[in-house]
């Protein structure tokens, strides 16, 4: 998966935005002739560096597009192990739900800090509001402290985005480090739906999101479907015997 940043307009504006921000303040405190070397790095360095931070990869641009992830050419690969989503500090809603319990288990990883991470909590609450009767479970995790995240809610709270799924702290970064690692996931947000046998069936960012678990939900019914009915003819063959 590609992490290096394309052309993205929105991650322009911001930059230049701040940026400008930038100018103007360094322009009242230092007169243009007087600039220092450090003022030109941070005239500079601050558009190019909210750039950086939040233009995404070509990768991300064309998931959010078509709604399919090129990492769903990825091979199966197991999920967190629960006993690591258990040890996470939760900010809101009760602890998590074991895997087998829930059709499916939507993990979320972000930064308050990262602005395409807030910008997607309000599709992911919209989401959420649409497949948890379907019994899936959304999950966000930051390594974040507990306050800046508690912080985070509130700002949403009072931006009328009230956010409605579990969303917990995880400081040392310990329940994603090894799927992140595995499947060679370097930005925020990014998400992965883990299915009720513990499997990341599909990861990739929010945008996409929707589409690929009404997928993934029709395949694990068709599937639970097949079984139960192999369950059913094992007993009629017993009986028979």
Not at 82 to 110: D, H, N, Q
Not at 112 to 136: E, H, I, M, W
Not at 158 to 182: E, H, Y
């Amino acid at each position: 998966m590609s992490v290096i940043p394309a052309w993205d307009t929105y991650a322009f504006f911001q930059a230049l935005v701040l940026g400008g921000i930038a100018w103007l303040v360094t322009l009242w405190v230092t007169p243009l002739e007087e600039f220092s070397s450090w003022d030109w790095f941070f005239v500079i360095g601050v558009p190019g560096y909210v750039y950086l931070k939040n233009a995404k990869s070509s990768d991300e641009q064309q998931e959010g597009i078509t709604g399919v992830s090129v990492a769903a050419e990825n091979k199966v690969k197991m999920g967190p192990k629960f006993e690591k989503l258990e040890r996470l500090v939760m900010v809101k809603g009760g602890a998590p739900v074991p895997y087998a319990e829930r059709a499916a288990t939507v993990l979320i990883s972000f930064a308050t800090t990262c602005a395409p991470s807030r910008q997607s909590f309000r599709g992911l609450n919209g989401s959420y509001k649409v497949f948890r009767d379907d019994g899936v479970d959304y999950l966000a995790v930051s390594r974040e402290a507990p306050d800046v995240v508690h912080s985070f809610l509130d700002d949403e709270r009072r931006g009328s985005n009230t956010v409605a799924f579990k969303v917990a702290s995880d400081p040392d970064g310990a329940a994603l480090r090894s799927l992140k690692k595995r499947l060679e996931v370097k930005n925020t947000p990014h998400v992965f739906v883990v299915t009720r046998q513990g499997n990341v069936a599909w990861h990739g960012h929010p945008n996409a999101l929707e589409g690929m678990l009404s997928a993934i939900l029709a395949r694990e019914e068709t599937f639970s479907e097949d079984e139960d009915e192999e369950e059913e003819e094992g007993v009629g063959a017993k009986k028979d015997t």
